[in-house]
Each structure stands twice: as C-alpha cells, then as structure tokens.
C-alpha cells in the first residue's frame, strides 16, 4: 500500500488515513481492498488525463510543423504568382502585336 496524497476542498487525507478510518468501521481486509481501489481509480483517471495533455516538446514539433507548412504555402504562393504573370505577360504580348 502506498502512501498518496488526495486534496480535496482543503482536506488532505492520506491513504493510510484512510485505511485506518475505513478499518476501524468495516474491517481490515475490506479497508485494504476499498483503499486499493480508490487508489487504484486514481491512478487510472491520473493516466487517462496524462495521456490526453501536451508536453513542451508536442508543441515545439507542432510549432516546426506549422513553421514547415507556412514555408511551403508561400512557396507555392510565389510559384502561381510567377506563372500568373508569365501568362499575364503572354496575353498582353498577344493583344499588343
């Protein structure tokens, strides 16, 4: 059994507290099992919401990604404004002959 610490609304209660108030009000070997469980659901919601936030180095490879898509926009940007403007100079060629 570990000892953990859970804060709520101010009130921090150990889980040997806890043990100890659990088995003087229903018995040791249930204490035990109900103590476990609670520690047991904690660690399980502490996992699921660990694996659901982003650590500094997700954002910094999100930041180079977005850095890496930005370039290539503005290269194909200038790409299609060079070719508008090699066919703007065609046509103009055209109608001026």
């Known amino acids: 059994m570990h000892i953990n610490m859970a804060k709520k609304n101010d009130m921090t209660v150990t889980t040997l507290d806890l043990y100890n108030i659990l088995r003087s009000k229903i018995g040791e070997g249930e204490a035990k099992a109900l103590v476990e469980f609670v520690e047991q659901k904690v660690q ?5 919401k660990k694996n659901e936030l982003s ?5 910094s490879a999100l930041e180079v990604k977005i850095e890496k898509t930005k370039a290539e926009i503005i290269k194909w940007m200038f790409i ?7 066919i703007m100079v065609g046509i103009l060629a055209l109608f001026l002959k």
């Open 44 to 48: 399980d919601s502490f996992d699921n």
């Open 80 to 86: 299609f404004w060079a070719g508008q403007t090699g």
């Open 55 to 59: 650590t500094k180095f997700d954002i």
